[in-house]
């Protein structure tokens, strides 16, 4: 059997069932590369180019990501993303990234608060009409009891 053959047969194994699809904390209908352009649609003035296009990518999944956990683990996380060895700039400037991030937090928190999958990759492309955004994620959780 072919190596990716293999591949494929384990990633079917965590494909979500028709139970899974029936939380409403999953949307299946909403592709999470929709959901995140919608989420930084506010901020998209901040991309300029291409390049600054991924870094507000990146800065909004961390922000996101962050805002899945527990809001009392925010404040530790905030310092670590934020800190001197993460982020070689200036006081002022990670202050300022930290006033973003804390914005993103509670603008998922807010508006897509029912979308709790974290992501974990992106690909960038540029398409025909304009950029085209893929984005990995984790499966939805669901509650079985």
């Known amino acids: 059997m ?3 053959a293999h591949d494929h ?6 494909l979500p069932t028709d139970e899974d699809a029936a939380w409403p904390e999953w949307r299946g209908d909403d ?11 506010p901020y998209s003035q901040l ?6 296009y991924r870094n507000l990518l990146r800065i909004g999944i ?14 530790a996380l905030l310092d670590e993303l934020v800190s001197p060895e993460r982020l070689a700039v200036a006081e002022a400037a990670r202050a300022e990234m930290r006033a973003l991030l804390e ?4 603008r998922k928190r807010e508006k897509f ?9 992106f690909d960038l492309r540029q398409g025909p009409e304009g950029f085209q955004l893929a984005v990995a994620s984790t499966l939805p959780q669901t ?3």
């Open 143 to 145: 509650r079985r009891g």
């Open 31 to 41: 592709k999470l590369s929709d959901l995140l352009g919608d989420f930084l649609a």
């Open 62 to 75: 961390a922000a996101w990501n962050l805002a899945l956990f527990p809001p009392d683990q925010h404040p």
């Open 9 to 14: 047969e384990h990633d079917h194994a965590h």
């Open 2 to 4: 072919p190596a990716d």
């Open 103 to 106: 914005a993103l937090v509670a």
């Open 113 to 121: 608060a029912a979308e709790q999958r974290y992501i974990v990759d």
């Open 47 to 52: 991309a300029e180019d291409e390049q600054s």
